[in-house]
Nanobody
Framework: QVQLVESGGGLVQAGDSLRLSCAAS????????MAWFRQAPGKEREFVAA????????YYADSNKGRFTISRDYAQNTVYLQMNSLTPEDTAVYYC????????????????WGQGTQVTVSS
């Protein structure tokens, strides 16, 4: 079992930056891939970025590559999503997710989810 708790969302203006955190707890975290997804109103949940807990390999959706950075603090069991140059199109609920094994971009492949944190970007 893995428990995930997100934090760091909020209301920002276009061009601002925001850092989301995902505190993870559970056994054998080193076997997991951690990911961020987001879901805007009326849209499907979409992949944002992923990182392997053990090796730290990172993967990004093409739409935010270069603006977003995923990282993890091994000692704190926390995964971060640094978001820069935010636009109103980034407005969504952001979810932290975990799965054992390699990363996938489909949310159906992930077993564990946090409760989500709202990010709103005003123009």
């Amino acid at each position: 079992q893995v428990q995930l708790v997100e934090s760091g969302g909020g209301l920002v203006q276009a061009g601002d930056s925001l850092r989301l955190s995902c505190a993870a707890s559970g056994r054998a975290l080193s076997r997991y891939t951690m990911a961020w997804f987001r879901q805007a109103p009326g849209k499907e949940r979409e992949f944002v970025a992923a990182i392997t807990w053990y090796g730290g390999s990172t993967y990004y959706a093409d739409s935010n590559k270069g603006r977003f950075t995923i990282s993890r603090d091994y000692a704190q069991n926390t995964v971060y999503l640094q978001m820069n140059s935010l636009t109103p199109e980034d407005t969504a609920v952001y979810y932290c997710a975990a799965k054992s094994g390699p990363y996938y971009t489909s949310p159906s492949q992930y077993n564990y989810w946090g409760q989500g944190t709202q990010v709103t970007v005003s123009s």
